[in-house]
């Protein structure tokens, strides 16, 4: 299962980006898709996570300015990101975990950088 990101860029301080990530491949099911981020000389963190069902949490960090969600038709996970900080600036990978029809699979998308600043 290939996960593709995309939507990441440079912004300043205050705005707002959207990320997007698409899975492909043959899927059966899909359980929980999250984004984690990296900023440089730090380890991989949890920004967000949705279910199947829709329940989400949230790294406190960025709680009521990130909003995840997810079309499960399209097999894709979003994240809104609105009231971006300096501190936000990182690599945003994706994740998805479920099932293919032969066992499950745990996948990461590429990386999409996002750059917050003036």
């Known amino acids: 299962v290939q996960l593709q990101a995309s939507g990441g860029g440079l912004v300043q301080p205050g705005g707002s980006l959207r990320l997007s990530c698409a899975a492909s491949?043959?899927?059966?099911?899909?359980?929980?898709m999250g984004w984690y981020r990296q900023a440089p000389g730090k380890q991989r963190e949890l920004v967000a996570r949705?279910?199947?069902?829709?329940?989400?949490n949230y790294a406190d960090s960025v709680k009521g300015r990130f909003t995840i969600s997810r079309d499960n038709a399209k097999n894709t996970v979003y994240l809104q990101m609105n009231s971006l900080k300096p501190e936000d600036t990182a690599v945003y990978y994706c994740?998805?975990?479920?099932?293919?029809?032969?066992?499950?699979?745990?996948?990461w998308g590429q990386g999409t950088l996002v750059t917050v600043s003036s």
């Open positions: 994740n998805a975990d479920g099932r293919v029809e032969y066992g499950i699979f745990v996948s």
């Open positions: 491949g043959s899927i059966f099911s899909i359980n929980d």
């Open positions: 949705i279910t199947s069902g829709g329940r989400t």
